[in-house]
């Protein structure tokens, strides 16, 4: 069974950091187009930012331009998000996903359909507060 893991989330303060991480296993990830989603109470579920199965396409939701970095590392079968100058806006459930289909340019074309990604993690929760 395919499983997507995300961890390093938490409590941080307005202007602060963190990075998450998915881990995934029984799934090769560098196959296939990964996202960052996230839904904060009351509210839809929503794409953060995708990156290619090449590495190659990398798009971001206006809000979290130049704040968030997605990035992938092959050999741990790993994507990251690394989060800086959080806003209490940031604030979510944070879930990793990965695309239905392998080398599917779901990135490049429809970034944040939700259809599009047929494995998630559980979500993790990022909470930014004083």
């Known amino acids: 069974q395919v499983n997507l893991v995300e961890s390093g989330g938490g409590l941080v303060q307005p202007g602060g950091s963190l990075k998450l991480s998915c881990a995934a296993s029984?799934?090769?990830?560098?196959?296939?187009?990964k996202a960052w989603f996230r839904q904060a109470p009351g509210k839809e579920r929503e794409g953060v930012s995708c990156?290619?199965?090449?590495?190659?396409?990398?798009y971001y939701k206006d809000s979290v331009k130049g704040r968030f970095t997605i990035s992938r590392d092959n050999a741990k079968n790993m994507v990251y998000l690394e989060m800086t100058d959080l806003e209490p806006e940031d604030t979510a459930v944070y879930y990793c996903a990965a695309d239905r289909a392998p080398y599917s340019p779901t990135c490049a074309l429809t970034p944040f359909d939700k259809e599009r990604y047929g494995y998630w993690g559980q979500g993790i929760q990022v909470t930014v507060s004083s």
């Open positions: 029984k799934f090769r990830l560098d196959y296939y187009d």
């Open positions: 990156i290619s199965s090449s590495g190659g396409v990398t």
